[in-house]
């Protein structure tokens, strides 16, 4: 079964930048849609962005010219810069590569900014 791995998270002061990666262990054959997605502590995860094969985006409008979603390959399917952070960007970030028959989720990356 394929892993997708997160990277790129740490603690950034409120104004800064990260970009986070994703990397899948073996091939995912006619990936649709890939996205990042988070969950703040307390809170339900939610929808960051997401990126079709054609690359159509799609954003919260809370993340809306702060953050850029961006395709890649098989072994690098998604990555997500990160611009301009909030205090209310914390959160657990999970990258996520849908097919038409199976979701894969990664374990998560822990984004902290800092006020």
């Known amino acids: 079964q394929v892993q997708l791995e997160e990277s790129g998270g740490g603690l950034v002061q409120a104004g800064g930048s990260l970009k986070l990666s994703c990397v899948a262990s073996g091939k995912i054959f006619s990936p649709s849609l890939m996205g990042w997605y988070r969950r703040a502590p307390g809170k339900e995860r939610e929808l960051v962005a997401t990126i079709t094969r054609s690359g159509a985006t799609n954003y919260a409008d809370f993340v809306k010219g702060r953050f850029t979603i961006t395709g890649g390959d098989a072994k690098n399917p998604v990555q997500l810069q990160m611009n301009s952070l909030k205090p209310m960007d914390t959160a657990v970030y999970y990258c996520?590569?849908?097919?038409?028959?199976?979701?894969?989720w990664g374990q998560g990356t822990q984004v902290t900014v800092s006020s």
């Open positions: 996520n590569v849908k097919t038409s028959t199976y979701d894969y």
